[in-house]
């Protein structure tokens, strides 16, 4: 193969920020005090935090350092499946640090706020665009927080119709935050298990509800990387019960401008603007999972919602029915901003482009490497593609070394060991941005890596040789928890 | 499209590697009575440049600029940010970096947020703060139901002057548990009345904002004393921690829980968000509590290390018998807050804090020797509330429309008996003239 | 992993379906997890145990086991009230790993009903059990 890119350089060694300074330093231009100190009773005051005193330059110095410490998108391939680590684009970060944005305050009156409110309802016109429901809030500030939303409005549907379900159906491919949501809201989750196919069957789901549930979540496509191919009779027997179908949209970035939600019968779904519409991660967060429904739920939708009228975007707090507020203000209006400005970067052919060729390079992956890994469903995927560490256990090697071994030649791990119904998962999602080279490259070092399997495997067990650090004691960590210093 | 680097001669080879005829074949899969038929209709793709002058014409359309004085904190503060905080925050290994789950390929965001625990659980003076949470609303309902898993109790004092805001995000978050929340009154001097809450039942927990909505420093310790003959716990909630640079922190007042908004330790307001979750407890507390932690460990080598840890609380194991649904933190903003409070430093945030009250307390002394009446007596930070005469509505909208001031926050619509009230906030932003002006213009 | 043949099994105890274990002294039993359990979970890091004092039926849930990257349910093998917890597990959660039938017993039980002791499984039917599983 080509040269690794995993390689060595000068890496700096940083002590812990209260190891440095020198009480007296500052980093802080002070304002002048220009009125006179006022009185304070000491019945009131404190010591004052207990922190170092450093310069300028030492901040600097010590965070950039740091920052060298990671991997990201920007270093390189970075293929999390479920993740969709895709190039987050400059411009978005540019736009959000424009000073009419960062400065604007959320409680001046709303035609002080105009520029703010329209990118919101424009944001939440464009997400029933592409995904085909009827309306949308902004306001949850991640995927999980959209999912509480859904679940919040699922609650607040059966509630209206003054019925109490019990139950939910999820299942087992699903992300853990789904049962954890649903337990928010009372609801007992239900797991169903996949056909053999790595997808719902109808049967399976005809025998789980009943009128006791309420619903169902549904990733789609799951996370196997398969589309459910019969979530739309699944949504008629869903229906049928008088429950609702919740769609998890966090792999959404397979499927703009081919599916439509709608029409498979989806009545809630929450998105995440950090995976599909190239949002940064931020080293986990912050992101924004606005929730989507049809019309029938509108009226659901947390407040305040952004509505036009004679002209004015306005914030209305008049939707009685509604679950209520789910963030001290309207969600993560700077992460709305990357992503209102990659929609209007991509338009609607590009973001179509961007689904198909996230696609095919999960595709050409799986292609590429199905000989030398075991891959549980051989079938057409999706954005992300699953093998598993079934050949390499032959030779006591498991998919967590593999993954460590990855790192020395210059690429970020895959996702592991999930989902959970595949043993041992090495779960692939390269996304659209990633060009033919950079994909061989993978490919290639995980091929020779598979060879290493066969033929030292001791070095896999002791990777990674060329980080910072070695293989890291998180069983210590776990024990006798070190959580501040 | 620049992001999509595919040739016509990859895709060619690609598709063949993959066995299809085009694009569109990858998708038979999909019945066809699932797709989409027409387009997606969407405006027309920009180029960078287009975008640009679009995007700023809109945030031209907002009250942020330099012209505008703002006497408005309320949960969203104005502070001074250096510009090494932004510079060093926008670097791309932290900005496009995903949750540290690989440790060796991610030390950098852990000891960053190893150290931003450090700092925050000092600040609040608490044991063990965890990795963030999403703002200050949703980490004082994560609190909430943290003390109702915990005491395995069902009722909840929460404070009628934690901010109203906060208060509906709660209801909504606790809507569905069956829990039962009980309102405190204020007293008089602007801080909460909570000497009944010896006579309520089966309490779980009090919760209370300190400095709370109005500004008010709160007797956390007196109300420690009581929720904790109760076997009930204390939750000190805060929208302005840079309060504790001066005044006692939660944690020395005997709060088994301290959460709050950190936006004001270097986050730009951003229009509400995004903010800072800051969350922290006690030790004993810590298996029960929501969000990420980062530990220090050792690799191989004996070496100094970071990893996630403690995560069998977390949905990705424990699924729906996980401490919170949470799944991320508000990592980014975490290492922001962390590299100002290192910038500021332990003189620094003291210093700072100083400035704020003296500011703020200059403006209240001014208005009172102007003729205007200091509704509450407690000892406040940089907020406080002011009542106008009757029908000073129309000076305050006056004086944002053509003097670009905003002459605090109209509590009425969040406190209805509260009519002509305001509430006023100063950082260290405002300079003696513009408080100066401030108190000319409302008495115009 | 181990090998089923790589398995410590002794004979002088019960076993259940998850892969907890009982072993009857007098009129008390003493519970605590298989070498299979030990194994599967990993580096064992933190024990949750049962109140002294408290009552179970059998099957139901009595306590949690933590390792680094899983969490498992542990449920009563047999009805009864819990009279001694191991108070060495909490600051040594290891000893489930370094020795599950000794050292790293979890807690002992006055059975309600002590039938309920001899309907559990034996070395031999537990082995079997295992194989149905690998």
């Given amino acids: 193969m080509k040269q690794s890119l995993g390689n060595t350089g000068l890496v700096l060694q940083e002590r812990l920020l209260w190891e440095k300074g020198r009480k007296g330093r500052s980093g802080f231009s002070f304002p002048k005090q220009d009125v006179p100190s006022a009185v304070l009773s000491s019945e009131w005051t404190g010591p004052g935090p207990d922190f170092p005193d450093l310069s300028e330059v030492e901040v600097v110095r010590h965070y950039t350092r740091l920052s060298t410490w990671n991997f990201s998108v920007d270093n390189g391939m970075y293929p999390l499946g479920s993740c969709t680590m895709k190039y987050n684009p400059k411009i978005n970060e540019k736009e959000a640090g424009l000073s009419g944005f960062q400065n604007a305050h959320p409680l001046l009156p709303s035609r002080l706020n105009q520029g703010a409110l329209q990118l919101i309802y424009e944001l939440e016109q464009f997400l029933t665009a592409i995904t085909g429901l009827d309306a949308v809030s902004v306001q949850p500030t991640a995927g999980a927080h959209g999912e509480l939303a859904g679940m919040l409005l699922m609650y607040a549907y059966h509630k209206s119709l003054g019925s109490r379900r019990t139950k939910i159906i999820v299942p087992d491919t699903a992300h853990g935050t789904n049962p954890a949501s649903a337990a928010l809201c009372g609801y007992r989750p239900v797991p169903v298990k996949s056909n053999e196919q790595g997808i719902l069957s109808v049967e399976s789901i005809a025998q789980a509800m009943d009128e006791e549930t309420a619903g169902i979540m549904v990733t789609n496509p799951n996370t196997l990387g398969l589309f459910e191919e019969n979530l739309k009779q699944i949504s008629e027997i869903v229906h049928a019960k008088g429950g609702l179908v919740y769609g998890d949209g966090a792999n959404m970035n397979a499927i703009m401008g081919i599916v439509d939600t709608g029409k498979i019968g989806v009545d809630i779904m929450h998105l995440n603007l950090h995976k599909t519409f190239a949002t940064p991660h931020g080293g986990g967060g912050p992101g924004s999972g606005p929730v989507c429904v049809r019309k029938q739920l509108e009226p659901f939708l947390p407040v305040p919602r952004v509505i036009k009228k004679d002209g004015q975007y306005v914030l209305s707090e008049d939707f009685p029915q509604s679950i209520g507020k789910l963030h001290a203000f309207y969600g993560n209006f700077g992460v709305m901003i990357k992503a209102y400005s990659y929609i209007r970067s991509m338009g609607a052919a590009g973001l179509k482009k961007a689904s198909q060729l996230a696609v095919l390079n999960a595709n050409y992956v799986k292609e590429r490497l199905k000989d030398v890994f075991h891959l549980p469903y051989d079938r057409p995927c999706m954005h992300e593609c699953v093998f598993t560490d079934k050949v390499q256990q032959a030779n006591k090697i498991a998919t967590l070394d593999m993954a460590k071994r990855l790192m020395d030649y210059g690429f970020h791990p895959p996702t592991i060991y999930f989902p959970l119904v595949v043993s041992g998962a090495i779960m692939i999602e390269p996304t659209e941005t990633e060009c033919k080279e950079d994909l061989d490259h993978f490919i290639e070092a995980l091929r020779a890596i598979s060879k290493e399997a066969e033929e030292n495997p001791d070095l896999l067990r002791q990777a990674p040789f060329s980080c910072k650090v070695k293989r890291l004691d998180e069983t210590a960590a776990a024990r006798q928890p070190c959580l501040a210093g | ?444 | ?134």
Avoid at chain 2, 337 to 344: E, R, V
Avoid at chain 2, 421 to 429: D, P, W
Wanted: charged fraction near 25%.
């Fill in chain 3, 1 to 134: 992993m181990k090998e089923l043949n790589e398995l410590h099994l002794p004979d002088d105890i019960r076993y259940t379906d998850d892969h907890e274990w009982a072993k009857k002294s007098g009129d008390t039993v003493k519970i605590g997890i298989s070498d299979y359990a030990q194994d599967q979970l990993g580096d064992i890091v933190y024990v949750e145990l049962p109140q002294v004092g408290a009552s179970f039926d059998q099957k139901q849930q009595c306590g949690t086991i933590e390792s680094v990257k899983a969490v498992s349910e542990m449920y009563m093998p047999l009805g009864g009230e819990v009279i001694a917890v191991n108070p060495e597990l909490e600051g040594a959660p290891e000893l489930l790993n370094k020795d599950p039938y000794g050292k790293g017993w979890m807690f002992e039980v006055k059975p309600a009903k002590v039938a309920e002791y001899d309907q559990l499984m034996d070395k031999k039917a537990y082995l079997e059990m295992l194989k149905g599983l690998k």
């Fill in chain 2, 1 to 444: 499209m620049r992001y999509l680097p595919h040739t016509p001669e990859d895709l060619e080879s690609m598709l063949k590697v993959v066995g299809v005829k085009s694009l569109e074949d990858l998708f038979d899969v999909i019945p066809r009575d699932s797709r989409r038929t027409g387009n997606m209709d969407l405006p027309a793709a920009m180029s960078e440049w287009e975008l640009h002058d679009f995007m700023s014409g809109l945030a031209d359309k907002t009250a942020a600029g330099p012209a505008y004085k703002l006497f408005i904190g309320a949960g969203s503060y104005e502070h001074h940010i250096p510009a090494t905080v932004a510079h060093l925050s926008s670097r791309s290994e932290f900005v496009t970096s995903y949750t540290p789950y690989q440790p060796e390929m991610s030390q950098g965001t852990l000891q960053a947020i190893y150290e931003y625990q450090t700092l925050a659980s000092r600040l609040l003076g608490m044991e063990v703060a965890n990795a963030s949470m999403y703002d200050g609303a949703t980490a004082l309902a994560e609190a909430l139901l943290m003390a109702l898993r915990i005491t395995r109790k069902k009722y909840l004092a929460v404070s009628s002057l934690i901010h109203p805001l906060y208060r509906r995000v709660i209801r909504t978050y606790l809507g569905p548990t069956g829990a039962e929340l009980i309102e405190l009154p204020r007293s008089a001097d602007g801080t909460t009345d909570f000497s009944r809450i010896e006579e309520m039942p089966d309490l779980a927990a009090v919760a209370l904002q300190s400095p709370n909505f109005f500004g008010c420093l709160e007797n956390l310790s007196t109300a420690a004393g009581l929720i904790h003959k109760q076997n009930g716990l204390l939750i000190a909630c805060f929208t302005e921690p840079l309060a504790f640079g001066l005044f006692k922190n939660p944690g020395s007042q005997g709060a088994d829980i301290a959460c709050g908004e950190g936006q004001s330790l270097g986050i730009p307001r951003s229009f509400g968000g995004p903010g800072l979750g800051m969350f922290a407890s006690s030790m004993k507390y810590v298996r029960n509590m929501p969000g990420r932690l980062v530990g220090l460990t050792k690799d191989q080598e004996g070496k100094r290390g970071f990893v996630l840890t403690l995560s069998t609380r977390e949905q990705h194991i424990r699924r729906e018998k996980a401490t919170s649904n949470i799944c991320t933190n508000n990592s980014l903003c975490a290492l922001t807050s962390a590299i100002y409070m290192a910038s500021l430093g332990g003189s620094g945030l003291r210093d700072l804090a100083r400035l704020n009250y003296d500011k703020a307390q200059y403006l209240q002394s001014a208005l009172k020797k102007a003729g205007f009446k200091i509704t509450f007596t407690a000892p406040a930070f940089n907020e406080f509330v002011v009542q106008f005469p009757s029908g000073f509505k129309t000076v305050h909208d006056r004086l944002l429309e053509k003097k670009k001031i905003a002459a605090g926050l109209s509590l009425a619509p969040f406190y209805p008996d509260l009519p002509d009230h305001y509430l006023l906030c100063v950082t260290e932003t405002k300079s003696k003239e513009d408080l100066d002006a401030l108190v000319r213009e409302v008495q115009s």
